[in-house]
């Protein structure tokens, strides 16, 4: 019997226009009436993932930044994982000399040193998922990070490092040149006490070994007295792997890379055909949920 549902969020719970569609919200809905416990598992901040929820009424636990950070539906956070000081400012140091564009996330907010390099990245990496979404619908919501504070300008990167106030969980790397992000990951791979994912063919997402959707996921859960085992997830990248590998029903999304799409048991339609929704309805049968 289905314990728990875990669904990503870009490329998986958010369609092309970054909602979450109807068909998704009520069949998540319809699980948490059954009893379901409901996470949302996601590469992104806690504050970005609640503002992409925000109007569908979806209220649950979050596992935000790939898992350094695990929320309750209230928004308390009940654990995190951050990188050590000294591995942060190696890490720093290694995508400077890399010259690559990267972003940083905290305990207190994502920090860009660029706003404007920001939006033009997103609006290139949304363009070639979906070059049929109009470029300024694109630019606008790339600009409403910025406007609601989902990301915050800064002048230097280093000063966070050494701040006892702020936790480094994330360091989100975005270029559209795959021999950059190759050299980055390669330089990175020599440092210790990391692990090196990715929610799309554009980015490198760093953080703690320890600091995994798949970890995290099963951490929350045992504190439920709940199993993997019982336990369904839905992704569609390579972030999404490590929870995607432990629980008893994986599905792979149907705009899922293929190495993800092979790591699944089932596969289900793509975000833009209520996949998620499918996905859920499908599991639910399969463990005679009713």
Do not use: W
């Not at 719970?13 to 569609?21: C, F, P, Y």
């Not at 350094?68 to 995508?95: K, M, P």
């Amino acid at each position: 019997m289905i314990t728990s549902i875990a669904t990503d969020m870009d490329g998986t719970l958010l369609n092309g226009a970054m909602e979450v569609s109807e068909a998704n919200r009520d069949a998540i809905k319809k699980a948490q009436k059954l009893g379901v416990e409901v996470i949302v598992a996601t590469g992104r901040s806690y504050v970005e993932a609640r503002f992409a929820l925000e109007g569908s009424g979806i209220e649950c636990p979050i596992i935000a930044v790939n898992g350094a950070e695990i929320r309750n539906e209230a928004g308390d956070i009940i654990q995190f994982t951050a990188l050590e000081d000294d591995i942060a400012s190696d890490i720093y140091h290694c995508l400077k000399d890399v010259d690559v564009y990267f972003e940083v996330c905290t305990n207190h907010g994502t920090y860009t040193d660029n706003p404007d390099k920001a939006v033009e990245l997103l609006i290139d990496i949304v363009l070639s998922a979906t070059p049929e979404t109009p470029i300024e619908e694109i630019r606008e919501k790339a600009q409403q990070r910025i406007k609601e504070k989902l990301i915050l300008p800064i002048d230097e990167y280093e000063p966070l490092i050494h701040d006892n106030d702020h936790h480094i969980y994330k360091f989100f790397v975005f270029s559209t040149d795959d021999d950059v992000l190759q050299v980055a990951s390669d330089r990175l791979a020599g440092i210790a006490g990391i692990v090196v994912s990715s929610s799309g063919n554009e980015n490198l997402e760093v953080t703690s070994e320890l600091a995994q959707k798949g970890i995290a996921l099963e951490a929350f859960l045992a504190s439920k007295g709940l199993s993997m085992n019982d336990a369904f997830a839905v992704g569609d990248n390579y972030n999404d792997l490590s929870m995607l590998e432990k629980v008893g029903y994986s599905y792979a999304m149907g705009n899922a890379h293929e190495n993800i799409k092979r790591a699944c048991r089932f596969e289900t339609a793509s975000n833009n055909e209520n996949g998620v929704a499918q996905a859920i309805e499908d599991v639910l049968e399969r463990s005679m949920v009713k």
